[in-house]
Antibody, heavy 131, light 109 residues
Framework: QVQLRESGPGLVKPSQTLSLTCTVS??????????WSWVRQPAGKGLEWIGR???????NYNPSLKSRVTMSVDSSKTQFSLKMSFVTAADTAVYYC???????????????????????WGQGTAVTVSS | EVVLTQSPGTLSLSPGERATLSCRAS???????LAWYQQRPGRAPRLLIY???TRASGIPDRFSGSGSGTDFTLTITTVEPEDFAVYYC??????????FGQGTKLDMK
């Protein structure tokens, strides 16, 4: 059974860097069919996608956060991480990591990408930005 | 930039009733790239539907997804007490500002 677990400090000071790690068990980050994503949710609000990282280090980021976000895969291939710099109170939220499955197939000579959703989520970790 | 707008914001129903939740995209979205999630209070989201209409593993068959282009629907044929939650639609894309809709809260009447 695949499980994800977020870890990191629950309190970060304004202007500092938020660092979170997601530990993967029951699956391999190296499998090549999954992206590893971060989503956050401020209290009482909706879901905000932060970005995703692939096993080879390829990343996609939300354009609104791109200048402050870095995601990476640990060399052990059992963890991936999120770093967000220059945080403010607006970055206070529950942060989730998730597995996102994407597959590509050749259909009549063309590559067709199929998306299987964010099918495994961590329990979430609350981060507060405050001095 | 494609934006997903969900309606209604809140849907108040009694157990046993049928729920119809809408997700409208500002531009065409490939059905391959559309998913639905359920989020109960204090819990992580849970994948319900991917590819607009395929139920994820372990999801009861009272949940169904349909639609294409700009209009997508999540239907719960007979609402159970555990279904009262917030539902989000989501589109897959490489660098999206708003891949998630704002959510529909299914409330008990």
């Amino acid at each position: 059974q695949v499980q994800l677990r977020e870890s990191g400090p629950g309190l970060v000071k304004p202007s500092q860097t938020l660092s979170l790690t997601c530990t993967v068990s029951g699956d391999s980050i190296s499998s090549g069919i999954s992206y590893w994503s971060w989503v956050r949710q401020p209290a009482g609000k909706g879901l905000e996608w932060i970005g995703r990282v692939y096993t080879n280090g390829f990343t996609n980021y939300n354009p609104s956060l791109k200048s402050r976000v870095t995601m990476s895969v640990d060399s052990s291939k059992t963890q991936f991480s999120l770093k967000m710099s220059f945080v403010t109170a607006a970055d206070t939220a529950v942060y989730y990591c998730a597995r996102e499955t994407v597959r590509s197939n050749m259909v009549q000579g063309k590559i067709v990408i199929s998306y299987y959703g964010m099918d495994v989520w961590g329990q979430g970790t609350a981060v507060t930005v405050s001095s | 930039e494609v934006v997903l707008t969900q309606s209604p914001g809140t849907l108040s129903l009694s157990p046993g009733e049928r729920a119809t939740l809408s997700c409208r995209a500002s531009q065409n979205v490939s059905s391959n790239y559309l998913a639905w999630y359920q989020q109960r209070p204090g819990r992580a989201p849970r994948l319900l539907i991917y590819g607009a209409s395929t139920r994820a593993s372990g999801i009861p068959d009272r949940f169904s997804g349909s639609g294409s282009g700009t209009d997508f629907t999540l239907t719960i044929t007979t609402v159970e007490p555990e279904d009262f939650a917030v539902y989000y639609c989501q589109q897959f894309g490489s660098s999206l500002l708003y891949p998630f809709g704002q959510g529909t809260k299914l409330d008990m009447k």
